[in-house]
């Protein structure tokens, strides 16, 4: 149970960097090393989440 809301809480902070990447690509003059640590911070979370399911 514990687990699941652990993975749970990685699913919505990885869902709420896709919509602040989606917000700051939106911009004309978006910050690209702001993106970069986004996507890079998201991906970091996916593997983390994959490492949790898998079990």
């Given amino acids: 149970m514990a687990t699941d809301n652990f ?7 990885h ?10 690509l939106a911009r004309p003059y978006h910050d690209s090393a702001l993106v970069q ?8 979370l996916k593997e983390k989440i994959d490492e949790h399911t898998r079990h």
């Fill in 7 to 13: 993975v749970e809480s990685l699913r919505q902070k």
């Fill in 15 to 24: 869902a709420s960097l896709e919509d602040r990447i989606h917000s700051e």
């Fill in 37 to 44: 640590r986004m996507k890079f911070e998201k991906l970091r």
